[in-house]
Nanobody, 116 residues
Framework: QVQLVESGGGLVQPGGSLRLSCAAS????????MGWYRQAPGKQRELVAA???????NYADSVKGRFTISRDNAKNTVYLQMNSLKPEDTAVYYC??????????WGQGTQVTVSS
């Protein structure tokens, strides 16, 4: 089992920045990839960014050049640095971990609201 706890969401003005954190615990040795997804009201959950155990990264086209995913192995934490935020980035952001044989784990979600 893997437990994920997110933090760092909130309200920010357009053009502002936020950093989300996701701390993993439990069977962290089995994790081979982690990522951030988001879900806006009335829309499907979508991948925002992902990072593998080999540090390969992948981003949604809509956030390339604005968001950066990174990790601190010593803290078992993955970060999502979000810059130049837009109102369309408003959503609940979920941390995801893939472990073992394609077992998916999810955090509880953190709200990000971009509004003036």
């Amino acid at each position: 089992q893997v437990q994920l706890v997110e933090s760092g969401g909130g309200l920010v003005q357009p053009g502002g920045s936020l950093r989300l954190s996701c701390a993993a615990s439990g069977s962290i040795f089995s994790i081979y990839a982690m990522g951030w997804y988001r879900q806006a009201p009335g829309k499907q959950r979508e991948l925002v960014a992902a990072i593998t155990s080999g540090d390969s990264t992948n981003y949604a086209d809509s956030v390339k050049g604005r968001f950066t995913i990174s990790r601190d192995n010593a803290k078992n934490t993955v970060y999502l640095q979000m810059n130049s935020l837009k109102p369309e980035d408003t959503a609940v952001y979920y941390c995801n971990a893939m472990a073992g044989t394609n077992q998916a784990y999810w955090g509880q979600g953190t709200q990000v609201t971009v509004s003036s």
